[in-house]
């Protein structure tokens, strides 16, 4: 992709703050600024998700992609979640996580280990993944910007050691 | 130009208050935090800072001569080659516990020496009972030659009743 990509916001931006509008309308426009995000999140150092909200558009629409993880991990693929819930959590785990909107700086979340969510692809049709580990952390790390969450709110102690999966 | 960073470290009794009054002295005249860490080993209290804007070494103790006296303290300060910004995020974490006996740190930090291990963050405690003291340490790191070597340097630590558990740590960023 040519293009530039999209400046991402930086905390303590108060956009990053905010908790961000269903998406209504799928069209190509749509399509094309989820390509833009992706574009943007390749610039970054190893970005295995973004949120619309960290370009500064206040949309609930995110990518998760675990298949970039460093280790292989399950997996549902590279995927563009716009409206996500989640609609079931289960069990606990400690992990180190980063985010490109908050540069120089990582910390322990604690995350639910397994998902099920709810979404809408990007034309606009139902979706549904059961995920798991590393995916399960990225999908809530990114669906917690769209309600205007920072990993920095969920910090819990740099010694926390429930056993990290 | 900026001062130089300053490593400030003070050790004694823990009581409450002494971060606030120290923090508040140097804030008083001036002077910029960098990362700290503060602990409790043994039961005493201890707390390393980096400082600058606040003038020489000689010059920091001065300030802080009154809280460290009221306190009961000891203050030690450096000037350091530090910079912010340089955090290292660790890919592995080593966590091993055992009976306690003399020589777990040494053996245990030099198989992972060994492995191409340098540890970023490092935390041991004794636990138990006194007549029966276990130990409990906690490693970060990086491994520049994977976990497997890791996972082989410390296999030979199970005949030594040492339990040792190897993860591999992943920064997931987005």
Redesign the interface.
């Given at each position: 992709m040519s293009v530039e990509p999209l400046p991402i916001l930086t905390y303590p931006d108060e956009r990053l703050k905010t908790v961000c509008e269903p998406v209504e309308q799928f069209d190509p426009e749509l399509r094309e600024f989820a390509e833009h995000l992706q574009h943007t999140?390749d610039q970054?150092?190893?970005?295995?998700?973004?949120?619309a909200p960290q370009v500064g558009r206040m949309q609930r629409l995110c990518l998760?992609d675990a298949t970039r993880?460093?280790?292989p991990v399950d997996n549902n693929g590279p995927l563009v979640l716009v409206n996500p819930a989640i609609t079931n959590w289960k069990g606990f785990a400690v992990?180190?996580?980063?985010?490109?909107s908050i540069p120089?700086?990582?910390g322990k979340v604690i995350r639910a280990e397994t998902i099920e969510l709810t979404a809408q692809d990007i034309e606009g049709r139902t979706v549904t993944f059961k995920m798991k580990g590393?995916e399960a952390?990225?999908a809530q790390?990114?669906i917690d910007h769209l309600d205007g969450i920072l990993f920095l709110d969920r910090l819990v102690s740099r010694?926390a050691?429930l056993?990290?999966r | 130009m900026n001062q130089p960073w300053l490593l400030l470290t003070l050790v004694g009794a823990d009581r409450p208050g002494i971060v606030a009054h120290v923090t508040r002295v140097l804030f008083g005249v001036g002077a910029e935090l960098g990362e700290t860490a503060m602990m409790r080993l043994g039961n005493q209290f201890a707390i390393m800072m980096m400082v600058r804007g606040a003038g020489n070494p000689e010059e920091v103790a001065g300030l802080l001569e009154s809280t460290r006296a009221d306190f009961g303290l000891k203050l030690h300060v450096d000037e350091i080659d530090a910079a912010l910004h340089q955090h290292r995020e660790p890919d592995v974490s080593v966590t091993v516990h055992s009976a306690d006996r003399s020589g777990i740190v040494a053996d245990v930090t030099a198989a992972l020496l060994e492995a191409g291990m340098n540890i970023l963050d490092l935390r041991s405690d004794v636990g138990g009972s006194t007549d029966k003291p276990i130990y409990i340490m906690q490693i970060d790191g990086e491994s520049s030659q994977g976990i497997e070597p890791i996972e082989q340097c410390v296999a030979r630590f199970a005949d030594q009743g040492l339990t040792v558990r190897v993860t591999p740590l992943e920064t997931m960023r987005g």
């Amino acid at each position: 992709m040519s293009v530039e990509p999209l400046p991402i916001l930086t905390y303590p931006d108060e956009r990053l703050k905010t908790v961000c509008e269903p998406v209504e309308q799928f069209d190509p426009e749509l399509r094309e600024f989820a390509e833009h995000l992706q574009h943007t999140a390749d610039q970054g150092p190893s970005a295995v998700g973004i949120a619309a909200p960290q370009v500064g558009r206040m949309q609930r629409l995110c990518l998760v992609d675990a298949t970039r993880a460093k280790r292989p991990v399950d997996n549902n693929g590279p995927l563009v979640l716009v409206n996500p819930a989640i609609t079931n959590w289960k069990g606990f785990a400690v992990g180190r996580e980063g985010c490109l909107s908050i540069p120089d700086y990582t910390g322990k979340v604690i995350r639910a280990e397994t998902i099920e969510l709810t979404a809408q692809d990007i034309e606009g049709r139902t979706v549904t993944f059961k995920m798991k580990g590393f995916e399960a952390r990225i999908a809530q790390h990114e669906i917690d910007h769209l309600d205007g969450i920072l990993f920095l709110d969920r910090l819990v102690s740099r010694h926390a050691d429930l056993r990290e999966r | 130009m900026n001062q130089p960073w300053l490593l400030l470290t003070l050790v004694g009794a823990d009581r409450p208050g002494i971060v606030a009054h120290v923090t508040r002295v140097l804030f008083g005249v001036g002077a910029e935090l960098g990362e700290t860490a503060m602990m409790r080993l043994g039961n005493q209290f201890a707390i390393m800072m980096m400082v600058r804007g606040a003038g020489n070494p000689e010059e920091v103790a001065g300030l802080l001569e009154s809280t460290r006296a009221d306190f009961g303290l000891k203050l030690h300060v450096d000037e350091i080659d530090a910079a912010l910004h340089q955090h290292r995020e660790p890919d592995v974490s080593v966590t091993v516990h055992s009976a306690d006996r003399s020589g777990i740190v040494a053996d245990v930090t030099a198989a992972l020496l060994e492995a191409g291990m340098n540890i970023l963050d490092l935390r041991s405690d004794v636990g138990g009972s006194t007549d029966k003291p276990i130990y409990i340490m906690q490693i970060d790191g990086e491994s520049s030659q994977g976990i497997e070597p890791i996972e082989q340097c410390v296999a030979r630590f199970a005949d030594q009743g040492l339990t040792v558990r190897v993860t591999p740590l992943e920064t997931m960023r987005g």
